[in-house]
């Protein structure tokens, strides 16, 4: 049953109570990275037999490989993978970003120049589910970035990867593809193997021993962000229709034992109506058993004096998704300053963001979208700046650079600006 709370009675930290580091996963993680560096091939191919299933003597999924498998998925489902698609490809469009350069002073030139990353490596889960979404949410904006390189690695159960995850891959334009999945796919591609390549960055959703991984790796590689268990904070109000904030809030619960699903309603009636709503519809679920534990242990519904308060709690709490069931959404999104994916009305549900409508859904949970954004083409690319100046302009700035050198006795600066008009002056 889900535990009705009013906000005083609330403590925020708790939400996220599940996100507690756990040393044993730590330690088997650090053992299989160490594994993996030290005999490379060998080990992704003993800890996919072990783990997978899948006794593998190719690692790298051939052309063919995907052909056939991009043939094989019904075509009524490559076409909504291609709608999909598109609608992410113009989300991400919008997000590119161009150099710039000014000037500021005369003689003076400023700038940032945006590169591409060269390499990234794309993890796709593959445990328990399968995530075509996750191919297209993750390879789409690599490729919008103009990054040369795109690997994708995921566990092959039994050795064979699904079908539609490879189709996603042929239709987001990944380049090579590797049946490798957990911490040791992310150790290979941090470190590289004789078959992996090393890559500058790993990004994608995974299970706790690949979010650990990431974390062991990072430093070697960049990553994205540690993504935890989904979580979704419904914002209601009296006139929702409580089976429909029901359905939401299992849309999350469904996806992992420890994902987390919150109502904040100022209506005590529709708590109640959501409630009961929520035990009607879990045993009507395939995923019955993990939507039951999820609510069970991290479901909550928030007693709120009123929708602005409602908004306050959900400040504190971060969700990486964020509903707001209300008439005139729009006059509160100003309100909302923590929360990783927005669905504004009553017809957006958050699955929409999941699969179709063209926002990102690899998203800061735990808490982190306080200071996190959704993947994006940012994740692509990095920045130089640049500096040009004329002869008249450094004369114009040489002695505050020298003062300024000397000041941190660091002579050696203040000469490379002065030198050249010293040089000059002897001639
Ligand atoms: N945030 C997102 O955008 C998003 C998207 C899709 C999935 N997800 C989440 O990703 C997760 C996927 O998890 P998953 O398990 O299905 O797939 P996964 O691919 O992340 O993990 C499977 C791998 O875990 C490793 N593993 C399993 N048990 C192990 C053990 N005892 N010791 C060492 N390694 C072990 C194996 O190598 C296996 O190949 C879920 O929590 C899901 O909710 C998140
Ligand atoms: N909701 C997940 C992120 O929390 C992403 C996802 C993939 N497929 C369905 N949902
Ligand atoms: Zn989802």
Same mark, same amino acid.
């Given at each position: 049953?889900?535990?009705?709370?009013?906000?005083?009675?609330?403590?925020?930290?708790?939400?996220?109570?599940?996100?507690? /580091?756990?040393?044993?996963?730590?330690?088997?993680?650090?053992?299989?990275?160490?594994?993996?560096?030290?005999?490379?091939?060998?080990?992704?191919?003993?800890?996919?037999?072990?783990?997978?299933?899948?006794?593998?003597?190719?690692?790298?999924?051939?052309?063919?490989?995907?052909?056939?498998?991009?043939?094989?998925?019904?075509?009524?489902?490559?076409?909504?993978?291609?709608?999909?698609?598109?609608?992410?490809?113009?989300?991400?469009?919008?997000?590119?970003?161009?150099?710039?350069?000014?000037? @500021?002073?005369?003689?003076?030139?400023? +700038?940032?120049?945006?590169?591409?990353?060269?390499?990234?490596?794309?993890?796709?889960?593959? +445990?328990?589910?399968?995530?075509?979404?996750?191919?297209?949410?993750?390879?789409?904006?690599?490729?919008?970035? *103009?990054?040369?390189?795109?690997?994708?690695?995921?566990?092959?159960?039994?050795?064979?990867?699904?079908?539609?995850?490879?189709?996603?891959?042929?239709?987001?334009?990944?380049?090579?593809?590797?049946?490798?999945?957990?911490?040791?796919?992310?150790?290979?591609?941090?470190? +590289?193997?004789?078959?992996?390549?090393? !890559?500058?960055?790993?990004?994608?959703?995974?299970?706790?021993?690949?979010?650990?991984?990431?974390?062991?790796?990072? %430093?070697?590689?960049?990553?994205?962000?540690?993504? *935890?268990?989904?979580?979704?904070?419904?914002?209601?109000?009296?006139?929702?229709?409580?089976?429909? !904030?029901?359905?939401?809030?299992?849309?999350?619960?469904?996806?992992?034992?420890?994902?987390?699903?919150?109502?904040?309603?100022?209506?005590?009636?529709?708590?109640?109506? !959501?409630?009961?709503?929520?035990? /009607?519809?879990? @045993?009507?679920? @395939?995923?019955?058993?993990?939507?039951?534990?999820?609510?069970?242990?991290?479901?909550?519904?928030?007693?709120?004096?009123?929708?602005?308060?409602?908004?306050?709690?959900?400040?504190?709490?971060?969700? /990486?998704?964020?509903?707001?069931? !209300?008439?005139?959404?729009?006059?509160?999104?100003?309100?909302?300053?923590?929360? +990783?994916?927005?669905?504004? %009305?009553?017809?957006?549900?958050?699955?929409?963001?999941?699969?179709?409508?063209?926002?990102?859904?690899?998203? @800061?949970?735990?808490?982190?979208?306080?200071?996190?954004?959704?993947?994006?083409?940012?994740?692509?690319?990095?920045?130089?700046?640049?500096?040009?100046?004329?002869?008249?302009?450094?004369?114009?700035?040489?002695?505050?650079?020298?003062?300024?050198?000397?000041?941190?006795?660091?002579?050696?600066? *203040?000469?490379?600006?002065?030198?050249?008009?010293?040089?000059?002056?002897?001639?």
């Amino acid at each position: 049953m889900i535990k009705q709370y009013t906000y005083n009675e609330i403590h925020i930290d708790d939400i996220f109570s599940r996100m507690e /580091e756990k040393n044993e996963i730590a330690d088997v993680v650090a053992e299989i990275i160490a594994t993996v560096r030290k005999k490379g091939d060998k080990a992704l191919r003993e800890y996919s037999l072990r783990f997978d299933g899948a006794d593998l003597e190719k690692m790298e999924v051939s052309a063919e490989e995907i052909q056939e498998a991009y043939e094989a998925v019904a075509k009524e489902f490559i076409f909504i993978l291609e709608e999909a698609a598109e609608h992410i490809r113009g989300y991400h469009e919008k997000q590119k970003r161009t150099d710039l350069m000014y000037m @500021p002073r005369d003689g003076v030139i400023l +700038g940032q120049k945006i590169t591409p990353l060269d390499k990234v490596g794309l993890y796709v889960p593959g +445990g328990t589910a399968n995530y075509p979404s996750t191919v297209l949410m993750n390879g789409i904006p690599a490729k919008i970035a *103009g990054v040369k390189e795109v690997f994708m690695v995921t566990p092959a159960k039994g050795g064979k990867i699904n079908p539609e995850v490879l189709a996603a891959a042929k239709i987001a334009g990944v380049d090579r593809i590797f049946k490798i999945g957990g911490a040791q796919a992310i150790a290979a591609l941090a470190y +590289g193997t004789e078959t992996i390549p090393r !890559v500058d960055k790993i990004v994608g959703p995974g299970n706790a021993f690949v979010a650990e991984a990431k974390k062991q790796v990072f %430093g070697k590689v960049s990553i994205d962000m540690i993504a *935890g268990p989904s979580e979704i904070l419904v914002i209601a109000d009296g006139q929702s229709d409580a089976a429909v !904030v029901a359905a939401d809030l299992l849309s999350q619960a469904e996806h992992d034992t420890m994902a987390s699903a919150v109502l904040v309603t100022d209506s005590k009636a529709l708590a109640e109506a !959501v409630s009961a709503c929520l035990e /009607e519809q879990i @045993p009507l679920l @395939p995923r019955k058993e993990i939507a039951r534990k999820s609510i069970d242990i991290n479901g909550k519904i928030i007693l709120a004096e009123s929708i602005q308060e409602a908004i306050e709690i959900a400040n504190q709490i971060a969700p /990486e998704h964020l509903e707001l069931c !209300v008439d005139h959404p729009f006059e509160y999104l100003g309100d909302i300053r923590h929360a +990783g994916s927005i669905f504004l %009305g009553r017809y957006a549900p958050e699955a929409l963001g999941d699969y179709f409508s063209g926002t990102n859904h690899t998203l @800061p949970t735990g808490g982190s979208a306080r200071f996190a954004s959704p993947l994006s083409v940012d994740d692509f690319i990095k920045k130089s700046s640049f500096t040009h100046y004329t002869k008249d302009a450094l004369a114009k700035e040489a002695d505050k650079i020298n003062a300024f050198a000397q000041r941190e006795g660091l002579a050696a600066h *203040g000469k490379s600006a002065m030198i050249r008009f010293e040089r000059e002056a002897k001639k």
